[in-house]
């Protein structure tokens, strides 16, 4: 595994933070790969890699298991929980409610430059011939993020960051992705915020997470278009 940050110890004098820190680590160790469906998780491992108490990683581990991602078994702890189909798209699900609604409050409330700073890096991927996962999650969080925050509610933009970094984990476990950047739906979600008119804004991000399950359900149905 590759090294993750060490907490600090003036960070341990919070306990919800760092249960929270430890989480989010864990997080990212799951979207790295590192850690695959059926893998066991030793939490003194984990404890000691992430320089933490066992009790902010067994509570971080309780979160990731009421979110499904992992679950306990008998005499061999906590396991990562095997890809879900229907995880994913109940998930997605919740998201496309959510972020219609968050790009019709953030309409026309994202700055111009920041605009036109995501529109550039999306037109860069879309020229290139290869692009990595992580180049695609790069540019897919710029995007979102500046829609949920954006939109004003920051409850409602929390959701979506977690809902997004769930879903970031479910697609590291799939197959690999298209090496190509599709620019033109992104753009469009981009350019109805930018338009100032909410409602074509929110049926543009519905419409952009729509077609996202679709295309989910295509490839592991094996349906092509």
């Known amino acids: 595994m590759t090294e993750a940050s060490p907490i600090s110890a003036h960070d341990q004098s919070a306990k919800p933070n760092l249960t929270e820190q430890v989480y989010e680590q864990l997080i990212?160790?799951?979207?790295?790969?590192?850690?695959?469906?059926?893998?066991?998780?030793?939490?003194?491992?984990?404890?000691?890699?992430?320089?933490?108490?066992?009790?902010?990683?067994?509570?971080?581990?309780?979160?990731?298991?009421?979110?499904?991602?992992?679950?306990?078994?008998?005499?061999?702890?906590?396991t990562v929980s095997p890809f879900s189909t229907e995880a994913l798209i109940e998930i997605l699900n919740v998201r496309q409610l959510l972020e219609?609604?968050?790009?019709?409050?953030?309409?026309?409330?994202?700055?111009?430059?920041?605009?036109?700073?995501?529109?550039?890096?999306?037109?860069?991927?879309?020229?290139?011939?290869?692009?990595?996962?992580?180049?695609?999650?790069?540019?897919?969080?710029?995007?979102?993020?500046?829609?949920?925050?954006?939109?004003?509610?920051?409850?409602?933009?929390?959701l979506i960051r977690d809902l997004r970094r769930r879903?970031?984990?479910?697609?590291?476990?799939?197959?690999?992705?298209d090496s190509r950047f599709d620019a033109k739906e992104n753009l469009f979600v981009l350019d109805m915020v930018a338009s100032g008119d909410a409602e074509k804004a929110r049926s543009a991000m519905y419409d952009h997470i729509n077609s996202v399950k679709i295309a989910i359900i295509n490839r592991l149905t094996g349906v092509s278009l």
């Open 100 to 158: 219609s609604e968050a790009a019709r409050l953030a309409a026309g409330r994202i700055p111009a430059d920041k605009i036109e700073k995501i529109r550039a890096r999306m037109m860069e991927l879309s020229e290139k011939s290869s692009v990595s996962l992580a180049e695609t999650w790069e540019v897919d969080d710029q995007l979102h993020s500046a829609i949920a925050e954006a939109s004003g509610n920051s409850l409602m933009a929390g």
């Open 167 to 177: 879903t970031h984990v479910f697609n590291a476990y799939r197959n690999p992705h």
């Open 28 to 78: 990212q160790i799951l979207i790295s790969g590192e850690l695959r469906p059926g893998d066991v998780i030793v939490e003194r491992k984990i404890a000691d890699r992430l320089n933490a108490s066992r009790t902010p990683v067994r509570e971080a581990l309780g979160r990731l298991e009421a979110e499904r991602l992992v679950f306990k078994q008998p005499n061999r702890g906590v």
